[in-house]
């Protein structure tokens, strides 16, 4: 049974920095895309970041050089560091394993398995 437990959120000040975890079981870690979205009060779940299986990465327009995924494949763990967190970057975020990964951010959808989310809260 796959299961996703995500860790690391908590209440920053705008400028902060935040290093989310992720945690998979049950799954082909190794040969399957993951990824990162994140949902704020009263807006559809957005993506944020994907890593495929061998490495590729895709960021929204919103994080594009202030976060960073990674993956540790020996660990089954993927990683999102958030730097100069904004307010607008308050969300609960998910992670997602099993996504179809596309050139296009248009035509990337999330896979089948998500975790119960991690809240991110960032103070102006």
């Known amino acids: 049974q796959a299961q996703l437990v995500e860790s690391g959120g908590g209440l920053v000040a705008a400028g902060g920095s935040l290093r989310l975890s992720c945690a998979a079981s049950?799954?082909?870690?190794?040969?399957?895309?993951m990824g990162w979205y994140r949902q704020a009060p009263g807006k559809q779940r957005e993506l944020v970041a994907t890593?495929?299986?061998?490495?590729?990465?895709k960021y929204a327009d919103s994080a594009k050089g202030r976060l960073t995924i990674s993956r540790d494949n020996a660990k089954n763990t993927i990683s999102l560091q958030m730097n100069s967190l904004k307010p607008e970057d308050t969300a609960l975020y998910y992670c997602?394993?099993?996504?179809?990964?596309?050139?296009?951010?248009?035509?990337?959808?999330?896979?089948?398995?998500w975790g119960q989310g991690t809240q991110v809260t960032v103070s102006s």
């Open positions: 997602n394993a099993g996504l179809f990964y596309a050139a296009s951010e248009a035509r990337i959808r999330p896979g089948d398995y």
């Open positions: 049950g799954i082909a870690f190794s040969i399957v895309n």
């Open positions: 890593i495929t299986s061998g490495g590729g990465i």
